[in-house]
Antibody
Framework: QVQLQESGPGLVKSSQTLSLTCSVS??????????WNWIRQPAGKGLEWIGR???????KYNPSLEGRVTMSLDTSKNQFSLNLSSVTAADTAVYYC?????????????WGEGTTVIVSS | DIQMTQSPSSLSASVGDEVTISCQAS??????LNWYQQRPGKAPKVLIY???HLETGVPSRFSGSGSGTDFTFTITSLQPEDIATYYC?????????FGQGTRLETK
């Protein structure tokens, strides 16, 4: 059974870079049937898709964050990562990583438990 | 971006009731719509994919329908454990977008 676990600093200073890692267990990130996503959720608000990385390393990002976000895949460590630069208080949220099943259909079937990131001034 | 609008934003119902949530897309998204359940403090969980397909292991009281721009999510015979926020999500085109959520409470 595939499991995802987010890790990274819970507190980031304003204007710095937020860096998170999602460790994948129970299956390889190199499987072509899946995309690897990041989603965030400010407290009391809805879900925002940040972007995704495919097994070939190609990426797509939400235009609302374009220019500040980068994602990468590390098959040797079976994990993928998120970097978000120049953070502000608006980036304070719970960050989730999620696997998207993309063979025939496309839906996020496995999620991490989420990690809270607070941006401080 | 495709805007997803859910209604109602919140809903109060009793155990055993039938509950219906609507989701409208700002443009045609075929059947490329998923429904997620998010219990307080937990990650979202997929219930319905491709508008009407029930994810493995999800109780049959959950169902979805629709195509194009208008979609419906239904819970027949509401159970206490169904108290959560429900989100629709489109994947017709990037960026993936979610509805604002429907918070379901018990009366």
């Amino acid at each position: 059974q595939v499991q995802l676990q987010e890790s990274g600093p819970g507190l980031v200073k304003s204007s710095q870079t937020l860096s998170l890692t999602c460790s994948v267990s129970g299956g390889p990130v190199s499987s072509g049937s899946f995309h690897w996503n990041w989603i965030r959720q400010p407290a009391g608000k809805g879900l925002e898709w940040i972007g995704r990385v495919k097994t070939d390393g190609s990426t797509k990002y939400n235009p609302s964050l374009e220019g500040r976000v980068t994602m990468s895949l590390d098959t040797s460590k079976n994990q993928f990562s998120l970097n978000l630069s120049s953070v502000t208080a608006a980036d304070t949220a719970v960050y989730y990583c999620a696997r998207a099943r993309v063979y025939f259909y496309n839906y996020m079937d496995v999620w991490g438990e989420g990690t809270t990131v607070i941006v401080s001034s | 971006d495709i805007q997803m609008t859910q209604s109602p934003s919140s809903l109060s119902a009793s155990v055993g009731d039938e509950v219906t949530i609507s989701c409208q897309a700002s443009q045609d998204i075929n059947s490329f719509l998923n429904w997620y359940q998010q219990r307080p403090g937990k990650a979202p969980k997929v219930l319905i994919y491709d508008a009407s397909h029930l994810e493995t292991g999800v109780p049959s009281r959950f169902s979805g329908s629709g195509s194009g721009t208008d979609f419906t999510f239904t819970i027949t015979s509401l159970q206490p454990e169904d108290i959560a926020t429900y989100y629709c999500q489109q994947y017709n085109s990037l960026p993936i977008t979610f509805g604002q959520g429907t918070r379901l409470e018990t009366k």
